[in-house]
């Protein structure tokens, strides 16, 4: 997943930038709600957001953007406690919320979670016909049979499951595939799309000419 990273402590900022990395996720860190206007023209998976930041408050600025209409999943990450504060966070348009100190490996599951209810579905394996795709554990099958894939095949993969149904357009898939390198490899989303035709059939992946991308929503 493209996450973005909002979260003005140094050292937990650059612990859970780093573990998430780790994980296989591409995440942009920003300190300041200023920097993270700035990169909201970029798609992401979800948002991670303090509430409390030099320039405002994160919870304020998520409810603006609800208001806006934007429905990336967002989770919070607060050391406000108090029941009130977790109904606050979760009735401005919080789909989480987490309290510090909390370990990482809570917060990737947590985002795992939210990403199966974005995808539509409760359950561990999501079908599409003869694909199965597990975004917990990071597999896929065809026909029952477990097919490898590489770090970026998968990437590819949970973006377009994570907005299936819905035309991703090439612009995007580089940015959530690929990130702050799209620019330099112009072909690489194409190579790793022909590579998950092959691995998965040719229908799979479906162009939209003129558009982007798009699987077919899951049965």
Same mark, same amino acid.
């Given at each position: 997943?493209?996450?973005?990273?909002?979260?003005?402590?140094?050292?937990?900022?650059?612990?859970?930038?780093?573990?998430?990395?780790?994980?296989?996720?591409?995440?942009?860190?920003?300190?300041?709600?200023?920097?993270?206007?700035?990169?909201?023209?970029?798609?992401?998976?979800?948002?991670?957001?303090?509430?409390?930041?030099?320039?405002?408050?994160?919870?304020?600025?998520?409810?603006?953007?609800?208001?806006?209409? +934007?429905?990336?999943? /967002?989770?919070?990450?607060?050391? %406000?406690?108090? !029941?009130?504060?977790? &109904?606050? @966070?979760? =009735? #401005?348009?919080?789909?989480?919320?987490?309290?510090?100190?909390?370990?990482?490996?809570?917060?990737?599951?947590?985002?795992?979670?939210?990403?199966?209810?974005?995808?539509?579905?409760?359950?561990?394996?999501?079908?599409?016909?003869?694909?199965?795709?597990?975004?917990?554990?990071?597999?896929?099958?065809?026909?029952?049979?477990?097919?490898?894939?590489?770090?970026?095949?998968?990437?590819?993969?949970?973006? +377009?499951?994570?907005? /299936?149904?819905?035309?991703?357009? %090439?612009?995007? !898939?580089?940015?959530? &595939?690929? @990130?702050? =390198? #799209?620019?330099?490899?112009?072909?690489?989303?194409?190579?790793?799309?022909?590579?998950?035709?092959?691995?998965?059939?040719?229908?799979?992946?479906?162009?939209?000419?003129?558009?982007?991308?798009?699987?077919?929503?899951?049965?």
């Amino acid at each position: 997943m493209r996450l973005l990273l909002l979260e003005d402590d140094p050292m937990l900022g650059e612990g859970l930038r780093d573990y998430l990395r780790a994980e296989g996720h591409i995440v942009d860190w920003c300190v300041q709600l200023a920097e993270a206007a700035v990169l909201l023209s970029e798609p992401y998976d979800a948002l991670l957001i303090d509430w409390q930041l030099p320039d405002g408050s994160g919870l304020d600025w998520l409810r603006r953007l609800r208001q806006r209409g +934007l429905t990336t999943p /967002a989770l919070m990450l607060t050391a %406000r406690d108090l !029941l009130s504060d977790r &109904v606050q @966070g979760l =009735d #401005a348009g919080a789909d989480d919320y987490l309290v510090k100190p909390f370990e990482p490996e809570e917060l990737a599951a947590r985002l795992r979670a939210v990403c199966r209810r974005t995808a539509g579905t409760g359950g561990e394996r999501i079908d599409f016909g003869a694909v199965q795709v597990d975004l917990t554990a990071k597999a896929v099958w065809l026909a029952q049979l477990r097919v490898e894939l590489t770090a970026r095949e998968w990437a590819l993969l949970e973006a +377009l499951v994570l907005r /299936a149904g819905r035309i991703v357009s %090439r612009s995007d !898939l580089d940015a959530l &595939v690929i @990130g702050q =390198d #799209a620019e330099v490899c112009s072909n690489v989303l194409e190579v790793h799309i022909s590579n998950l035709r092959r691995k998965l059939g040719r229908s799979f992946v479906e162009t939209v000419r003129g558009l982007g991308y798009r699987i077919t929503v899951a049965s």
